[in-house]
């Protein structure tokens, strides 16, 4: 959960200390979820409840989905296991954040976006941005006396007007991407569903026609909203320090340098990536152990 929620301020992924929380739009119903993790460390189980409860097969099969993607629940990992085993350096850090599951954001618009957000200044800047998008399109449901806000859908974004994203902190070149991206996913013109399937090098080139996308958000969106595991971004300043640190490298290191650092543990370079992402929020304080 915390390889997914990344800081405490993000509003959209929710965390107690018990229960993760997140709201969802499924049809035309808003719902929130509540997960907990039960049973024991060996074969532990997953409890999801639902607010309103989901009336329909569908509904319940396409909540299913999400959580997978969320949380990577379906994903094996022994591969993964086996190859750290093998790496004295990767095992310790392996082993400290046992049991993580890859995340990936439900949809590669929402990917998109946090990308967008996220190049702008920081990650803690970024992830402000995307709780006041959220609160600017009001979709979500009151709990507890205060509105818990689920991430926009394309339609939500496309309608505003470029001064409402302006007001809350974009950027005018991010609002540019961000309303160039929503309006032609709306309007049936930006297809992202149809890059599931494709090779890396054709997602890379079809989102490099997008307003905004760099190598760097492809290569975010190749891993964190199309689940490719040997992907790690290579551009991401923050990724870079952590390998750096954590490789005892003083000089640091460049694109050109990570790629071949990572190359060691394809194709699970992106497993790196998060476990390198969860060490940086344990030594901030953000996760505790």
Not at 113 to 133: D, Y
């Amino acid at each position: 959960m915390w390889a997914l929620r990344r800081r405490r301020r993000n509003a959209i992924d929710r965390w107690d200390g018990v229960t993760y929380r997140r709201t969802i739009v499924v049809g035309e119903r808003t719902t929130e979820l509540a997960i907990r993790q039960t049973g024991s460390a060996a074969t532990p189980r997953l409890t999801v409840t639902a607010s309103p409860s989901l009336p329909t097969r569908s509904d319940r099969r396409c909540v299913r989905l999400i959580i997978d993607r969320l949380l990577g629940t379906r994903i094996d990992l022994r591969e993964w296991y086996q190859l750290a085993e093998a790496d004295r350096r990767l095992r310790l850090l392996a082993a400290r954040f046992r049991g993580v599951k890859p995340p990936r954001f439900p949809t590669l618009f929402e990917a998109l976006v946090n990308g967008f957000a996220c190049q702008q200044l920081s990650l803690i800047v970024g992830l402000e941005l995307l709780n006041r998008l959220a609160a600017l399109c009001h979709v979500g449901r009151e709990t507890d006396g205060h509105m818990a806000y689920a991430f926009p859908a394309a339609h939500d974004v496309a309608r505003l007007p470029p001064s409402a994203l302006q007001a809350i902190g974009f950027s005018r070149q991010k609002v540019r991407a961000l309303l160039d991206l929503a309006r032609g996913i709306d309007r049936l013109n930006v297809d992202l569903a149809a890059l599931t399937h494709q090779a890396d090098d054709t997602v890379r080139s079809e989102l490099l026609e997008l307003r905004g996308v760099g190598r760097w958000t492809a290569e975010y969106v190749l891993l964190r909203g199309l689940g490719r595991l040997h992907v790690f971004p290579g551009d991401d300043v923050g990724a870079q320090k952590s390998l750096a640190r954590w490789l005892r490298r003083p000089g640091g290191l460049d694109y050109a340098g990570v790629t071949r650092a990572v190359k060691r543990w394809r194709p699970y370079a992106g497993m790196v990536y998060f476990h390198l992402l969860l060490d940086g929020l344990s030594q901030a304080g953000e996760v505790i152990d």
